[in-house]
Structure formats: C-alpha cells, structure tokens
C-alpha cells in the first residue's frame, strides 16, 4: 500500500481510539491550548491530593497498561508493541514501562505511538517538573494532577488541541504518550 495511505490509516485508528476512549463530562469546558498554560511553581496545596490505588509495577504490561480494546484495535492493523524502560530526560524508572506501538516492518518510523506508565515518588517527580520546565516545557494543573507538555513549537508530532509529548503526574505515579490525548487511553488498575 503506498506511505501515505499507512500513515493516513494509521493516524484514524489512533484519532478513533482517543475519540471512543476519551473522558465525556456534561457540561466540559474547552481545554486550554498549552500556549495559555500557566509554568511556575508546585500545584497550589489548597487541595488534598488523593492518594493513587496501589498498583503492583511488575503486573503493568503494553497490553493491559492500555483501555480494553485499544491494544486489540492495534493489533488488528498489524501493529506490534515494543517495551523500553520508562526514562524521564536522565531519570531512569526501574519499575516503569514504556510501550512504543507501530508498524515495525515499515521502512519509516513515524507511524509510531507511545505509552508509558511508571511509580515515581514525590521527590523525583519534583525534580523532573523543574527539570522539564527549565526546558521549555509548558505546566497545567488538572485538578491534583500537572500536567506537562513539550513546547508545540518544537513537537514532532501535534494532536487536535496542540499538544505533543506530554507528562501526567498523578499521586505516587506519572504516565507518558506522544500526544496528549493519547494520555486518555492509558488505563493503569490496580
């Protein structure tokens, strides 16, 4: 089949996928463009964060680290998953895992998606916030969560909000896509 076509086919499925996966809230607000979000400091400690469920690092796969039929639906268009170490600029997370899904046997690679999900302590997470907007990343709080994304001036890849690579870092854990939106299909149980 010509590039284009792969690429095209590639890009529905995942659009698809985020679109059936996607959080609905009655009443939602448009999301804010990461050129509005605000960077600075810590999340305001007016709000008690909730604590996470505890979740056994070891039992987290590419498969079941995705909503239900996400992994199924890549499947079906042929695509293989690859497992690397859950790595933040040069922290390495010895308990996390990434998941680079795609069609390997193409001679390009920009029909990849990535997931990841990893346990991260209140220190580390600090530390790589500050890292991270130091260079240039751009900071959202979503309620207790932060949410951080690379400056869509330099993303590879963009989805329909604008917003390339991107952190969610949650109470005692931190998930990882190659678009924000990806974020929603990551879907971590205890």
């Known amino acids: 089949m010509p590039r284009r076509f792969l690429v095209a086919a590639g890009t529905f499925v995942l659009a698809a996928l985020i679109a059936g996966c996607s959080p609905q809230t009655p009443g939602g607000t448009a999301s804010q463009a990461p050129g509005d979000a605000a960077l600075g400091g810590p999340a305001s400690d ?18 079941n680290m995705l ?16 497992e690397d170490p859950f790595v933040i ?16 046997s193409s001679p390009t690679s920009d029909d990849l998606v990535l997931f990841g999900w990893s ?21 959202e709080d979503d309620g207790d969560d932060v949410i951080l994304t690379e400056d869509p001036a330099s993303a590879l890849r963009l989805d329909a909000d604008g917003y390339g690579m991107t952190y969610r870092f949650e109470s005692g854990a931190v998930t990882v896509s190659d678009t924000k939106q990806g974020l929603d299909l990551i879907d971590v149980q205890p």
Do not use: M, N
């Open 46 to 63: 007016s709000a008690t964060p909730t604590p996470a469920p505890t979740v056994d690092p070891a039992s987290v796969t590419c498969e």
């Open 67 to 82: 909503a239900a039929d996400a992994a199924a639906e890549f499947a079906a268009t042929d695509w293989s998953v690859r």
């Open 89 to 104: 600029l040069d922290l390495e997370l010895p308990d996390g895992t990434a998941c680079t899904w795609g069609d390997f």
């Open 119 to 139: 346990p991260i302590d209140d220190a580390d997470a600090a530390s790589v916030q500050t890292a991270l907007l130091e260079e240039g990343w751009v900071r």
